[in-house]
């Protein structure tokens, strides 16, 4: 029976990943600060016959990402599929968000996949194998104006798991990062910025019809079982990165800052407007 570990896995893509490799036979362990979600996606596992287990786990912390590992070779002798996944979403100004706020996001959506992959590795590399799935954004590949802390921790884990694709293939330990576009889930739970508005918008392309947190799923399971590397679930976020990469920047940035002037409306030289 293989065995997948969930950062995040109390909650929308984490829950959605348990879900689909529990409907395949896979035994589950998420892990999550959010201890009563956990209990409540724990129970749903179970109750659909999953072998299941939750540990409350705050990827900031390299002491509860061991102790999951340690949990999780205990309970089943190691683990096949590591889902870094667990992250949260903030938005501002250059000149507004704080460096507090900057250290954050950080620490949680990029540093918390950095520990999830030390962790891990050696465990990989003792078994003789094992597959990670970081989750970024399209938001790492985008340059979305107000959003430059979250951009840059996702661009960070594109690059980080493009590096470790080739560094880690001569030990059979594959990697696969998940850049999906808005699609809903409880992420703006966690939202942080100094302008309240930019969580509403933010709630809004949560809210827009696409694909579901199980659609995306779905895709980063089947692009795992087939050892693909980019998984970009939404159409219109390939669309978007071909443009980009066939304009001149100056062009991209120009079409980009007038397709999100929503995000910027407060500020524009002059009072925005
Ligand atoms: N929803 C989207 O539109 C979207 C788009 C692109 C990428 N993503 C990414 O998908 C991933 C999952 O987010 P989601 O949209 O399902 O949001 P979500 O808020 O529904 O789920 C995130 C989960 O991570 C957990 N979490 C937060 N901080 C944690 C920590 N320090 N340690 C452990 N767990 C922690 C939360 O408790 C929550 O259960 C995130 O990395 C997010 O950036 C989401």
Redo the contacts with the bound molecule.
């Keep these: 029976m293989k065995r997948v570990f969930v950062?995040?896995?109390?909650?929308?893509?984490?829950?959605?990943l348990a879900e689909r490799y529990a409907a395949d036979g896979w035994r589950v362990c998420i892990?999550?600060?959010?201890d009563a979600?956990?209990a409540e996606t724990l129970a749903a596992l179970r109750n659909s016959g999953a072998e299941a287990e939750f540990v409350h786990?705050?990827?900031?912390r390299e002491e509860?990402l061991i102790a999951a590992r340690d949990f999780v070779e205990a309970r089943w002798g190691g683990v096949d599929v590591v889902i870094n996944?667990?992250?949260?979403?903030g938005a501002g100004a250059i000149d507004a968000v704080t460096i507090d706020d900057w250290k954050w996001i950080i620490?949680?959506?990029l540093l918390?996949v950095v520990r999830g992959c030390r962790v891990f590795t050696p465990l990989f590399k003792r078994q003789g194998g094992g597959h990670f799935v970081n989750?970024?954004?399209?938001?790492g590949f985008m340059d979305v104006p107000m959003m430059s802390s979250?951009n840059a921790t996702?661009a960070a884990v594109i690059s980080l798991s493009e590096t470790m694709q080739v560094e880690l293939a001569e030990w059979k330990i594959g990697v696969t990062v998940?850049?999906?576009?808005?699609?809903?889930?409880?992420?703006?739970?966690?939202f942080r910025s100094p302008e309240p508005r930019l969580r509403d918008i933010t709630q809004r392309?949560?809210d827009r019809p696409g694909p579901s947190?199980a659609d995306v799923a779905e895709d980063v399971f089947r692009a795992v079982h087939k050892g693909g590397f980019y998984v970009l679930p939404h159409a219109e976020g390939r669309r978007a990165l071909l443009t980009k990469r066939l304009l001149p920047r100056a062009l991209w940035a120009r079409m980009l800052a007038k397709q999100t002037r929503a995000f910027t409306r407060d500020n524009r030289p002059g009072g925005g407007g």
């Design positions: 950062t995040g896995g109390a909650s929308g893509l984490g829950r959605a892990a999550d600060v959010h979600r956990g786990c705050d990827v900031t509860d996944n667990a992250g949260v979403a620490d949680i959506n918390g989750v970024a954004s399209m938001a979250y996702k998940v850049c999906p576009s808005f699609f809903k889930t409880n992420l703006t739970d966690s392309l949560l947190a």
